[in-house]
């Protein structure tokens, strides 16, 4: 195989090369993120919104991944709110 992609720590320094840095923040939350509804047209339990690059004026896209207590991941009637991009500096 050509390329393997995995966290750095497994491979070591010499089979690293750095081409950039992701930000992630991690939020629990007491209600699901506004407007999120699932078919019925009730609160989600879970979504992934994706922000695009063009209408941020920014390089890279910004996603926003929510999950809920119905997912086992959190206390029950919390959310956890993942959201993460590519650092532009």
Do not use: F
Not at 8 to 14: L, Q
Not at 26 to 42: V, W
Not at 60 to 86: E, L, R
């Amino acid at each position: 195989c050509k390329m393997v992609i995995c966290d750095p720590s497994y491979a070591g320094e010499a089979k690293t090369k750095v081409t950039g840095k992701v930000v992630r923040s991690i939020c629990i939350l007491g209600a699901p993120i506004p407007d999120t509804k699932n078919q019925e047209g009730g609160p989600a339990l879970s979504c992934q919104i994706i922000l695009p690059q063009k209408q941020l004026k920014r390089k890279n896209d910004i996603y926003v991944m929510m999950v809920s207590w119905a997912h086992c991941i959190a206390a029950k009637d919390k959310y956890v709110a993942i959201v993460s991009t590519v650092v532009e500096t």
